[in-house]
Structure formats: C-alpha cells, structure tokens
C-alpha cells in the first residue's frame, strides 16, 4: 500500500494485528482421538464430562482409627476415650463387616470407609494401651479426615472444556476418572518459504555473493515452540511465477504460510503480488511501524493467514513473536479458559540510554545481568544486522510506539526468547 | 530417620536439595549426532566452533548504491553530488566489476560490494535525475551501510557452549553457519514405579476400596515438559521383595527412579528400606518440612537419585517442581552460561488471609484473577485431597518457611503450572 506520493504507508502493530483478526473467520482444525499418554500439550476439542463420581467411596485422607465419631466426643490427654480396634481395612479392598458402638477399624489413607463408622481419628491422636485398646486423646467431627464418595468429581461434570491445553496434572486426572482417550484439535501445519536468489541450503557450498538460509531453520524451531507442525517447502527465486507456484500449493496443505526473506522492495513486491494474486481479501498491510520488522506483510487468502516476513534474521524473530505466534494460538482452537500469564514476558531496568523514533515499536536484543539483587537488561547494540546478536541476547526490550526512548535505570519490558 | 523418640525427623526443603547435590556424583549422558532439524531443546555435548567467517565477503545492509565514500562527501539537498550509475550488482553473485572513482552500482540488501566500493548509499538519500546518473543528497562515511567480511562471525569462534540449551535462533545460526549436525547429550530417562495395593490402571474396571492410577501419568507428562524421557514400568504391590525387585531393574536402565504411592506409614518404609538395601549412600532424607509432600524421601541408589514421591496427587506434583525438576535440570548437563529467568514463577497479591504452620515451607493451590490491573492468587481451599484443585488451580503460592501465614493482600511468588 503506497500513500499518493508512492511512499509506503505502514501502520501500527496494533492495527495490523486487528486487521488479520477482522478478516479471519471462524475455522475448526480436524480432530484426532488420541490415547492421553499422548495428549499432553494439545487442545481438546470437545467438551469433556465424568463418566463417573470421584471417589467411588468415602476414604479416609490419613492413617489412623475408623470411628463413629460420637465415640470420641469430649475425649482430651487427660480424659481419653477408650475404643476397641477389632477390625483392619485392607488397602484396595472392600470392608465386609459393620462398626458397632465403641469400636474402631485400623485404617490407612486412601482405605475405605467401612459401614457405621463416620470420621477418621488420626494415629497421632491416639496411643497403644493394650492389644486391642486404643485411647483417644482429641476428638473428631463427623466427616473428619475422610472424603465422601462423589464429594471431588460427580457423574456427569465438565472436567475440562472445549479449547483447553491439556496439561501435565489434566493427564492425571483424565486418568483417575478411567478416560484413557480424548478428542483432540491437530496442530496447525505451517509452511516456511524460503526465498531470495542468494540463498543457498546449509549443506552447500557457499560461492561470494551467496548466503545460507538461516530463516527457515530458525522459524521451524519456533513453530515447534508454539504448538505447531513446520514443513519446510524449500528455497526459491523471487520470480513471481516461482512465489506464485509453491505459495498456491502451500495454501492447499497448510493452516498458515510463511514467506521469509525478500528484504529488497522489488521481492516485496513480489511477495505482495502473489497474495493478492491469489485470493480475497489478499494483502492486509505492507509495512508496519516496528523495528526491526518494517518491511513485514500480513494477508489472508481463502481464510488462510499468509505472512511475508522480512528477509533479515533478528526480524524474523521479532515478527514471529509479534505477529504469527498469536495467530497460531487463535488457529490452534485454543480457547483463553483461565487468565492468562505472559510468561515470556519480565520487567527489568535497561542498563544504557536508548534513543527511538516515535511512532514505532521497537525491539532491542539485550542479554540480562543481576546487579545487587535487581534484573537489569544490557542492549546489545552495534549493527543490528550481525546474527550473532541473536545468539548473545537472552530476548528483546521493548520500546513502545510512543516513546521516544528510555533512560538508563528505566524499568522496560523485556519479551524472552 | 527417626529421632531417639522414635518420631519421624524432618528437613527443611533447602537441607534435603543440598544432602542430594552435596551426593550427587559428576556424570555425563551420552551423546548424539543430529541433524539440526532434530535438535531443538536438546542440550550441546560438544563446544561448537564456526568452521568459518561470516559474512564471507563484505555485503550492504540497505537497498541503493554502493559507492567510494569519498565521492559523496559534503553531498547536501541543496548542493547534492553527481554520481553515474554504470553498473549493477546481482542477488548471490560476486560482481565481476571495479568501481571507478565517480561511478555507482545499484545493490540490494545483502548484495555484495563490488571492488572500489567502500559504502552504500540508501535509495532514500538519492533522486534519478537522468538515465544514469543520480543525485545523493546526504554524504556517507566509509563502511556505512556495509558488513565487513568476518564482521560477524570469525573462523574459530565459539557458537554454542557445552551445555547449552539449543533454543530457535542458535538452529538458525547454526544453519547459516553451514553447521548442519551437532553432538548433544541423549535426554536423560526416568522410570516410574506406581505402588499401592488399592491401585489399578485407568483402563481398569474399580472395585470398591480401588482408585485408579493418577501419579504416573501426571509424572510422565511433567517429565516430558522436563526434556526427559519417561519410561511407566507399571503398577506394584507395597511388598519389600516386589518393589526391591521393580527399583533394582529400573537402576538398570534408567538415569532417575521416582516411586509413587505409597502414604502410609508401612508402605513408606518399604520403600525407605529398598532404597537401602540396594547400594550406597541410600536414604539421604525421609521426610520433609513442606506441604504437601512431608512424607517424601529422597536417596541415591550407586550414583541414580530415587525419590519415593507421596501418594497424594497434589503432593505429587509439589514434589516434583521443588525436587526432581532441579536434579533433572542437573542430569540433562545443561550448564547455567546465562542469567537464569524462572519464567514459572511470578507475584501476585493472595485474596484470602491463609494462615500456616511456621517451620515448613506450604504450596497452597490457587486460581489467577485480574482486579483493576493487578494479579490476585485465589486460595483454592476445601480439603487437600480433591483432585478437582489441581483442574482448577492455575499454581500454587508459596508461604515460606519461617513465615507464619499471609494476610489478604500480601505478595506471594505463585509457582505456575
């Protein structure tokens, strides 16, 4: 998009983002029944319900005496109550007999309530006076140190929703109702397209003039990350044609396409063409008011997200993070059930002066550094260029649009790799 | 341990990590050779060197024209220099061309610099005034808008460090590096044993006084997020000879051993006493001042850490962040080379008044809310033992050791799940 004086106009991230999301529609990955050893980090598609009340049966939470607990009432050290064990409940199994007045069963935690007894009183709570006699020097209430059946999980609750990342903790309790498969969401396939006339695999010979492709290396690692499945489609020229060919077949096995490289207008411009070329609504922005990232286009072609990312590698990264991870998320039916923790994202106080232009966000890569007890994060300046910037910063601060920099000792968020 | 009463003796959670590290012998995972593509997350066995420079040849960061500096200075708007383009320089070939002084060649980003050029001139700072010859309205200096060949990286520098974590960008950079497979430690393999006469797996019909098996699948799941591999070596009665028999062929194969179940006192000490029985140093500590998760035990079976992990499934995996986590962390080889973030663990301010026993260390489960742009930790209370909390936490807050409770609206550290 060019204002009318053919200069590109670029737009807020913000906006971009909007843009993308306005013009996606509402799309569902296909499913798949997995067993739920496997299902750790996927989505549930649907809705998941107990089969079935939890516990089975009341069971005592401690190791001690199943009582009635009127037995104990009023029992202290110096005036305990003296009760009769004359029974023992074995672990795993059923208790065929029924407490009378006055008696108690030996019971571990997790055995079985057995019929007339109505609390627990703790082995701590109680001291050997003879074979058989116990006393007990506090009471218990009825119900004390024991679950009722059903009182966790009933028949028929909504264990986890629709749109829920399944969790270490959610496989244990899957398992713990007796669900061993769930319906899950896919995860999103994403295409890398590689693209510039100098680029060259990793396993070839570099001649002057010919540089390795980084970008789809680091991008497939950074699908990974996010839930997704990368497929790598290779390196091509920035000919329309060729875009125009692997791009077309890309949007016919993929949720989402990623063009990488083309940091050159007349590539851009390629990039730009084959969108549009290729289906409604086509390019959404070209050119957005981030450093780095500025060269990035976003469209939309048959309900596919499509992205054209700028060619240099400290870019890419920024816009991944910017732009294609929350997309992702949206594609990956997961659904924000419970408030979401920015993880990645800390405070920390930027150790030097930095100076921006207004009117653009800005990503600095920064390595951080305790100073007496306080995080700081030192840029990594020099030419932003160098990918050995990418390996010596532990993330990136970031200088909001209307900033025109920060001062040292500044508190700055810092967004972790 | 017992005390000379006989009673259990329990450590702090600091004293039982030390007895384990100060026991824990140095000891290397085996390594692996993997293409890039697969090595992701991995942890680098080998320190990696760059085979060669970067970039190769001296390269421009902007898309204009690469010129001798010398030709534009004092260049202004209103008095601009005159500058004849003859010549052009292709995507990925080396320019078989000299630049004489007065002459320009029209380059990308990431074209090489032809011979005579020592800089670039952005496409922004120039007017076409002929075909041929262009205005530049702003002079450059010498190497500006230019890397310099090996500016990046020099042969023999060193990339990756033993011990470091392979995150997306350092697969990217190795790929431009040409590096296309790398040594990494094997990921370290932890057994679980799920013990407990009332057990039965999740594929099972319960009797009553049965539960199903909730620890082991928690466990697995925590173990993959762990960057370890899990291997379920099944469900087993609380019998010494049964689970001496279990643990010892789980030595065998395994480079962590985690025992589940197993809360009451009998079955605890059988566990103790396999751990014993089977090699040196044995039970480092039996019992902690942490809830929940006092009745951990922690030893050391011929250099192997064996946890003997509480039955309760909230325990379960209190135990894990606190203890196995660290020593997996210490397992993997993964050397600290940078300042370490804990992205689990944030602050936010409890909602109820939660009041705790001073002398042990308590992880209370809780939900996270947002009230007027701050982050509330709802206690999730009720009864411990439901495992509807752990779907319904978010993490736990964590009261410290000396501290006798929180009051509403203090700042806990919330350990995330």
Sequence with gaps: ?????????????????????????????????????????LIVSRDIFSPEDLPEFSKSTVDGFAVSASDTFGATEGMPAYINVIHEVLMG?????????????????????????????????????????????????????VIQAGEDVKRGDLILKKGHKIRPQDVGVLAGLGIIDVWVYERPKVSIISTGDEIVPPDR????????????YNLASL???????????????DEFEVIRDVVERSLKDSDMVLISGGSS????????????????????????????GKPTIGGIVNNIPVFGLPGHPAA???????????????????????FRIEKRIIKAKIAKNISSSPGREEHIGVYLEEREGEIWAVPLLGKSSLITTLIKADGTAVIPLRKLGVEKGEIVEVRLF
Excluded at 24 to 39: A, S, V
Excluded at 223 to 237: M, Q, S, T, Y
């Design 265 to 292: 207008v007349g590539a851009r411009d390629v990039t730009a063409s084959v969108i549009d070329d290729l289906g409604k609504p086509g390019v959404l922005f070209h050119g957005v008011s981030l450093k780095p």
């Design 223 to 237: 699908i990974i990350d996010a839930g997704a499945n990368p497929v790598r489609k290779g390196i091509f020229n």
């Design 93 to 145: 199994q059923e208790p065929h007999f029924e407490l009378s007045k006055g008696h108690a069963a030996k019971i571990l935690t997790g055995g079985m309530l057995p019929k007339g007894a109505d609390a627990v009183v703790m082995l701590e709570h109680t001291q050997q006076v003879d074979k058989g006699i116990i006393e007990v020097v506090k009471p218990v209430a009825p119900g004390e140190n």
């Design 316 to 338: 890419v990264s920024v816009c991944f993070e910017v732009f294609v991870r929350p997309v992702l998320r949206i594609l990956s039916g997961f659904c924000e059930n419970r």
């Design 1 to 41: 998009m060019r204002d009318m004086l053919g200069r590109e106009e670029v737009i807020s991230v913000e906006k971009a983002k909007e843009l993308i999301l306005k013009h996606l529609l509402p799309k569902t990955l296909p499913e798949k029944n997995l067993k739920i050893e496997e299902c750790y980090g």
């Design 205 to 216: 010979h570099v001649k002057l003039g010919q540089v390795r492709d980084i970008n789809s």
